[in-house]
């Protein structure tokens, strides 16, 4: 069985980002590495990894160059505020939504770049993973939802496993229609 990750906020190329974040690099290249490495580190080719935002600065090529270097093929992208240019090269990843619902292991998760308060079934179990925010807004006591964003994971994805580990579990996936399944 494949692993399931969950990731955001890259940033690749994106010099701004490391005085923004305070990010531990000396520059975009040396940032983009360490990202890619620890990606990689993390995802087997066979995994699936779904990004919830903000992949990088720059065209479509670079955007597509920074794809290929991530070993994981099967990639999921959840659009985030930098990634435009993602509309324009659709066919690198496995599906490009603005939000989505997903079942994973029976666990129903809504993905959005940005956070929520309340979500569809979140009065029913589902989780809601987010990024944007950098780890710099606080999580709710008992909250079900999590920033996955790489400032939050020492710049490496979580695997579901973690973020199982993290928020309530309720199994009710069966229950609630219309989801994709992973």
Not at 70 to 97: A, M, S
Not at 119 to 139: D, E, F, I, N, T
Request: aromatic residues 12%.
């Amino acid at each position: 069985m494949a692993n399931v990750w969950f990731s955001a906020d890259f940033h690749f190329g994106h010099s701004s980002i490391i005085r923004y974040c305070d990010r531990p690099f000396a520059n975009t290249a040396e940032m983009d590495e360490a990202i890619l490495e620890r990606v990689n580190e993390s995802m087997k080719a066979d995994d699936e990894l779904y990004f919830l935002g903000d992949f990088c600065i720059g065209g479509p090529k670079v955007a597509a160059a920074y794809r290929q270097k991530i070993r994981c093929k099967k990639v999921y992208f959840v659009l985030g505020n930098h990634d435009r240019v993602i509309k324009k090269i659709v066919d690198q990843f496995v599906w490009v939504k603005e939000i989505a619902e997903v079942n994973i292991r029976n666990q129903p998760i809504v993905l959005c770049h940005y956070a929520m308060r309340v979500w569809h079934h979140s009065g029913r179990g589902a989780w809601q993973l987010y990024g944007h925010s950098h780890g710099k807004l606080p999580a709710a006591e008992g909250s079900k939802s999590m920033d996955v964003g790489v400032d939050t994971n020492g710049f490496r994805p979580y695997s579901f496993e973690e973020v199982r580990s993290k928020l309530p579990v309720q199994s009710i996936g069966r229950d609630i229609p219309d989801l994709e399944s992973a």
